[in-house]
């Protein structure tokens, strides 16, 4: 099974991936992260991308595409969760093109959708573990110890330079001019389940979950 989690930013694409990815076997290909991994490395492409990320625009699409592509070859057989990719019309239809040339197709874009002051506060509360990436909330999903991380005990933690308000307007009018008109490109197919993003993350699990057991009303 392929999906997309689809929202803007803030929505709880990267939460809700990361979970699947561990209760399911499936992989999550997040642009998001594979750009920031590029950065921390100083490769070329990394050095190309940071001005434009920390500005909150979007990357270029040929240089995500090639990022997915590259990845798409060594996932097997395994179903992939796409985390903040595609994000404009040209990325929707080179995903198409990139999954038929495997033999593969879509089955769910699930559409987050949360309130914007929401949006806001969820990215301003962000920060994750330096060592192994769990992400965390101030509010909303603090470390059960405080200073350390549940996962692997870790006591760093970092904070993505592009999580402060005024980047945080940028990408979301990004997402409204360039990402959210790819919906129609999917709904005529009958791919889109919407899924009200605003519930807890247990209760948004829960109707993912339920989306991709068939089980939905
Ligand atoms: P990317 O990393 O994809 O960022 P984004 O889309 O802005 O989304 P976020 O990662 O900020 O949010 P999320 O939906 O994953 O929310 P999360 O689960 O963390 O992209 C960053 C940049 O890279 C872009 O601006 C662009 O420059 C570039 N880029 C990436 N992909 C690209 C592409 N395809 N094309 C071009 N450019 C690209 O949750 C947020 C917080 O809320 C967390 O703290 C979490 O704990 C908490 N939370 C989650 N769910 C809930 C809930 N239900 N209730 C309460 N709190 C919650
Ligand atoms: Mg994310
Ligand atoms: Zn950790």
Do not use: W
Not at 153 to 174: C, H, I, L
């Amino acid at each position: 099974m392929n999906i997309i989690l689809l929202g803007p930013p803030g929505a709880g694409k990267g939460t809700q991936a990361a979970r699947l990815q561990a209760a399911r076997g499936m992989i999550q290909m997040s642009t998001g992260d594979m750009l920031r991994e590029a950065r921390a490395s100083g490769s070329p492409i990394g050095l190309k991308v940071k001005a434009v990320m920390d500005a909150g625009e979007l990357v270029s699409d040929a240089i995500v595409t090639a990022l997915i592509g590259e990845r798409l070859d060594a996932t097997g057989d395994r179903g992939v969760i796409f985390d903040g990719f595609p994000r404009t019309k040209h990325q929707a239809e080179a995903l198409d093109m990139l999954l038929g040339e495997r033999g593969r197709s879509l089955d769910h874009v699930i559409e987050l959708e949360v309130d914007e002051d929401e949006l806001v506060r969820r990215i301003t509360g962000r920060f994750s573990c330096a060592r192994c990436g769990s992400g965390y909330h101030d509010a909303f999903r603090p470390t059960k110890v405080a200073g350390v991380c549940d996962a692997c005990g870790s006591t760093e933690f970092t904070r993505r330079p592009d999580d402060n308000e005024q980047t945080v307007r940028t990408r979301m009018a990004e997402y409204r001019a360039k990402t959210a008109p790819i919906l129609p490109y999917y709904r005529e197919r009958g791919l889109v389940r919407p899924v009200d993003g605003m519930a807890s993350i247990e209760v948004v699990a829960a109707e993912i979950d339920a989306v991709l057991d068939g089980t939905v009303v």
